[in-house]
């Protein structure tokens, strides 16, 4: 329905994110609490301490986007959550809070696949991609690419067999004695490196499969470590070669889906998608191809409350919501199975 407005919480890991869609108008506001300064005291998430501070911050996030989009609650036509995956006690504070909510108001609840909202967050850009189109979603947890055909009509092509290629930034970052989260500080610190110094493994790049890997690469960056002494230099010229290799990889899989399935259009989405270098190389190569590459707004590569907002507003826009308010979170959710979770 037109002028629909839907409220999107977000809350499967770090971040509590909050926004408000309306359909036919667009993200009327949206607010983001992230967790990183006090996980990077531990090294990484503290599941426990992150589902407190959910507890915390979705509630008053919620009354600062109200009022940012002067939208009062009676406007609120209904509610999208996480349902997973992610992290159980994370994602119950959101799901409670939506259900409780949506009871209270009277108005429909839907469980958004946290994936799914990353997936769709190049459409909240302009221009949009349009369907059909391959994704490569790309984050701390996970590297899949997708054949999309549209909403909740997801193929799988192809996924990591094992670490996900945030997870080997990260990972890779921590041998460097880099702090939480790796991701950005390796990436920053691979600015002062000298491409081609280290030579590190791309695993699977020249398989017949579509499928990533990344371990034996985590196992080459530590080999390195222990065989040098880490100066400054040598740490960033380490670090270089670790993203040289990982784009090397996510490049090559994205460039022989589209050849696979003969779509010209790439969409990118996750966290691991705000890398400037993996922008640029996947920018050149698709368009060198005739391709077109999409990217989500760096605000929305990561985690967010606006991309379960608009996932939530498709959905309920065709009567996908329910009144029913008892909820289940799903930690270990395969996106695939979501087409079965939302009949259509």
């Keep these: 329905m037109k002028g629909q407005i839907t409220l999107g919480i977000e809350s499967s890991c770090d971040e509590t994110g909050i926004a408000l869609y309306q359909l036919g108008r667009g993200l009327l506001a949206h607010a983001l609490h992230t967790q990183v300064a006090m996980h990077s005291e531990y090294g990484g998430v503290v ?4 589902s407190r501070d959910h507890v915390r911050r979705a509630v008053p996030l919620i009354r600062q986007v109200m009022k940012q989009a002067n939208v009062g609650l009676d406007q609120i036509d209904g509610i999208a959550y996480t ?9 119950l504070v959101g799901a409670s809070i939506a259900n409780s909510l949506g009871f209270a108001l009277d108005i429909p609840t839907i469980g958004i696949h946290h994936l799914e909202g990353h997936l769709l967050s190049p459409l909240l850009s302009d221009p949009a991609p349009e369907f059909p189109f391959v994704a490569l979603l790309v984050s701390g947890g996970h590297t899949q690419l997708m054949r999309v055909e549209g909403i909740g009509q997801y193929e799988l092509l192809g996924e990591t067999v094992d670490d996900a290629a945030g997870e080997a930034f990260d990972k890779s970052a921590k041998l460097l004695g880099l702090g939480y989260p790796g991701g950005p500080a390796l990436a920053k610190l691979a600015q002062s490196g000298n491409p081609g110094k280290y030579k590190l493994p791309r695993p699977m790049l020249h398989s017949n499969s579509l499928d990533f890997s990344f371990s034996g690469l985590k196992t080459a960056v530590l080999t390195l470590v222990r065989q040098n002494d880490l ?52 920018t050149r190569d698709i ?58």
């Design 83 to 91: 349902q997973g995956p992610g992290l159980g006690g994370a994602l």
């Design 47 to 50: 599941p426990e301490l992150a």
């Design 231 to 282: 100066s400054e230099q040598v740490r960033a010229d380490i670090a270089c070669a670790t993203q040289e290799a990982i784009i090397d990889v996510l490049a090559h899989k994205a460039r022989a889906a589209l050849a696979q399935t003969g779509l010209t259009q790439l969409v990118v989405a996750g966290g691991v998608g705000a890398n400037r270098l993996l922008r640029d190389r996947l």
């Design 287 to 344: 368009e060198k191809r005739g391709g077109r590459v999409f990217y989500p707004e760096l605000e929305f590569c990561t985690d967010n409350g606006a991309m379960i907002a608009y996932a939530g507003a498709l959905r309920l826009a065709e009567n996908q919501g329910s009144k029913d308010y008892r909820f289940d979170v799903r930690p270990r959710w395969n996106l695939q199975e979501i087409e079965s979770r939302y009949p259509r």
